[in-house]
């Protein structure tokens, strides 16, 4: 049998920081306790005017595949996850490809908002699992949506940042790797958040764009605490029991890091403690279908994960997706 395994990992974030205190001049309050103490953000990275999603999951794939020790035309595949593609169409991913240089590589990219990237993660480890063909695959998630913010807007200028992880995929004999996934969908949350503006059924037109607001992400209805409390918790029990394993057999916990508090709750409510996870938005701000990828490689980095390790990567974004895989380093 053919396993999938992750031999690379990297991250990359735009130079420019906005800290809350800038935040706090520009809105004309102070959000720091807010934002620092709830949602664990102290500063995000943001693009600069002429920097955008492909610059920022080019720039993530070369570091993965320079930890994989792996060179671009050995691709077989890529798969991009982002809801903040570089056009509407064509696919980011095949942007990302003439970039590397990877001829030998087929594309496409993935829309599930912030669950994209366990999702494209989930895809590219069954390609390797499925077809023998698949060797090496280049999973990434990118995510630019300051490009969509309304900066007068305190919701959302204070979570959103930008960013962009990647992983390579690898097939081999060694077991196991990939071990276990599920997807979820709840689609009566598809029109609670999200950019309306742009696509079939709100093309751009002069009205839309004075009216400036489905142009922004915005917050249209607001999400119940329980989607994430709970779901999070029911997802990762599914993905586990499939696997025939118990929280204790994990090493690492990794949750889309949109909300410190509720990676806290989550965490105490299944009697984990806080040094079985691992958060970067306190200096990396909430970066979407990136965080997963990005924390991942934080976490590596830093040691907290070595061969042999189990890790569970949770994600949950708008639609409502939710995505969860079951790793073994």
Request: some cysteine.
């Amino acid at each position: 049998m053919t396993y999938a395994r992750i031999t690379g990992t990297g991250s990359f974030v735009p130079e420019k920081i906005v800290t809350n205190a800038d935040l706090s001049r520009a809105l004309g309050e102070d959000i720091n306790e807010f934002v620092s103490t709830v949602l664990g953000i102290n500063e995000r990275h943001v693009c600069q005017e002429d920097e955008s999603t492909a610059d920022l999951a080019t720039n993530a794939a070369v570091r993965a595949l320079e930890a994989a020790d792996l060179t671009a035309d050995k691709l077989d595949l890529i798969i991009l996850a982002t809801d903040t593609p570089e056009y509407l169409s064509p696919a980011t991913s095949v942007v990302v490809q003439h970039r590397l240089a990877a001829k030998n590589a087929g594309t496409f990219d993935v829309n599930c908002a912030c669950a994209g990237f366990v999702t494209a993660l989930d895809t590219g480890s069954k390609y390797i699992i499925a077809d023998e063909s698949y060797k090496n695959v280049l999973v990434i998630g990118a995510y630019a949506m300051t490009k969509f913010l309304d900066w007068t807007e305190k919701k959302t200028a204070t979570m959103f940042a930008d960013g962009a992880g990647a992983v390579i995929l690898r097939a081999s004999s060694e077991a196991p790797g990939f071990i276990a996934s599920k997807l979820v969908a709840e689609g009566v949350y598809h029109d609670f958040m999200g950019i309306y503006a742009g696509g079939a059924k709100m093309p751009i037109t002069p009205e839309v764009l004075a009216d400036n607001k489905w142009t922004k992400v915005r917050f249209a209805k607001k999400y119940p605490s329980s989607v994430n409390e709970q779901g999070w918790q029911q997802i990762v029990h599914d993905v586990l029991a499939k696997a025939d394993m118990t929280l204790d057999d994990v090493t690492l916990f990794l949750w889309t890091q949109v909300n410190l508090s509720t990676i806290k709750f989550v965490m105490e409510a299944m009697n984990l403690p806080m040094t079985r996870t691992h958060t970067v938005m306190g200096k990396w701000g909430y970066t979407g279908s990136a965080c997963i990828p990005m924390v991942l490689d934080d976490a590596v980095r830093a040691g907290k994960l070595k061969a042999g390790d189990k890790v569970i990567m949770c994600a949950s974004g708008g639609g409502l997706n939710m995505a969860c895989v079951l790793f073994q380093m």
